[in-house]
C-alpha cells in the first residue's frame, strides 16, 4: 500500500512540474513577440576611426609619414613615453640598487628609464639629440613583414629590409649602439683599457681628422663637440660604450679639411655624405 502511495505521488510532482514549464514556456513566447523596449541609455556610436582605419592611416607609410610630427604619433602612441620601469624586477631586485647595461657610462645620469624615454626625454637626450619618432620609423605596414608578401611590402632582394622588424636597425640602431672600430682607427685596444695613452680624450686625434662630424638632424652636433670635450665618455657612449652588436657601423666618410687625397682601403665603399632624410646642410668642403 505505501509503494501505491509513492507512486501515486511521484507522478503529481511529474504532472505539477509539466504544468509550470508549459505556463513558463507561453510567457516567455509572449514576451518575445512583445515589441523591443527602448533602452534606458543609447548605444554609444561607432567611433569615427576604429582600429582598422587608424592602422591604415595614411600616416604610417609613404609619402605621409616622411613629414610626420612627433605630437601626430604621441596622439595614439602616447604609452611610449607614459610607461616607467619597474620599481621591482620580478626576481626582486631594486631598480635603484642596479645598474643597467645602458647606465654604465658616466655620461649616463639619473634612474633607469624605458627604452623611447631615453631616447627623446631623458636630461642626455634633451642635451645630446634630436631624435623623432620617425628617425627610426619610417612606416608601418601591417601586413605580414616578409618580402615579397602584399603589394606594399618590399620586394624580395630589397636592400634596408629587417625581416619581422618594424624598424630596419641595421641603419638606426647600429649607428649608437654599435661597437668601436678599433681596427681601423689604429687603436691598440679597447678605449677603457687604453684611454690613459690618449689623455682620456678623443680629441687628441679627432680635432685634425674627421672634423665634418654629427652634422646631421638626429644630432645637436655643437653640444656634443663640448661635451666631448669635457668628457671622453660623451664620444664613447655612443662609439662602443653602450654596444647592442657585435659590429661596427660604417659611417660616411665626409671630407675634412686637410684630408688625404688617397682613400684608405677600409673606406673605399663607404659613401661620402649622410642619408639625404637626415642632412642639414652640405658638410663637404668643395
Not at 616607467?84 to 620580478?90: L, Y
Not at 658616466?106 to 631616447?119: I, L, M
Request: proline share 6%; net charge positive.
Amino acid at each position: 500500500m505505501a509503494g501505491v502511495r509513492k507512486g501515486i505521488g511521484l507522478l503529481l510532482l511529474v504532472a505539477a512540474v509539466s504544468v509550470v514549464g508549459t505556463i513558463a514556456g507561453l510567457k516567455l513566447r509572449g514576451d518575445a513577440q512583445k515589441p523591443e523596449v527602448a533602452l534606458a541609455q543609447p548605444v554609444a556610436a561607432v567611433p569615427e576611426r576604429d582600429l582598422l582605419r587608424a592602422t591604415y592611416d595614411p600616416i604610417h607609410f609613404q609619402p605621409a609619414i616622411a613629414t610626420a610630427r612627433d605630437e601626430q604619433c604621441l596622439a595614439c602612441h602616447r604609452e611610449v613615453l607614459d610607461d616607467r620601469v619597474r620599481e621591482r624586477s620580478p626576481a626582486g631586485i631594486r631598480a635603484d640598487a642596479s645598474k643597467a647595461w645602458y647606465q654604465q657610462t658616466t655620461v649616463y645620469a639619473g634612474d633607469q628609464e624605458t627604452f623611447h624615454r631615453r631616447h627623446l626625454v631623458t636630461p642626455l637626450a634633451r642635451e645630446l639629440m634630436n631624435l623623432s619618432c620617425t628617425t627610426c620609423h619610417e612606416g608601418s605596414d601591417p601586413r605580414d613583414e616578409a618580402p615579397g608578401t602584399s603589394a606594399t611590402g618590399a620586394a624580395p632582394g630589397a636592400a634596408r629590409f629587417t625581416l619581422r622588424k618594424t624598424v630596419d636597425t641595421a641603419a638606426t640602431c647600429l649607428k649608437c649602439h654599435g661597437q668601436l672600430n678599433r681596427a681601423v682607427m689604429g687603436l691598440p685596444g679597447a678605449w677603457p683599457d687604453v684611454k690613459a695613452t690618449f689623455n682620456n680624450s678623443c680629441l687628441l686625434c679627432h680635432a685634425a681628422i674627421r672634423t665634418n662630424r654629427h652634422r646631421v638632424s638626429y644630432l645637436k652636433a655643437d653640444a656634443i663637440e663640448a661635451a666631448g670635450q669635457k668628457d671622453a665618455e660623451t664620444c664613447h657612449g655612443c662609439h662602443g660604450g653602450r654596444p647592442w652588436y657585435r659590429l661596427a657601423y660604417s659611417y660616411p666618410r665626409h671630407a675634412w679639411e686637410g684630408m688625404p687625397a688617397e682613400v684608405p682601403a677600409w673606406a673605399k665603399e663607404r659613401p661620402t655624405e649622410s642619408e639625404s632624410r637626415f642632412r642639414t646642410v652640405a658638410v663637404n668642403p668643395k
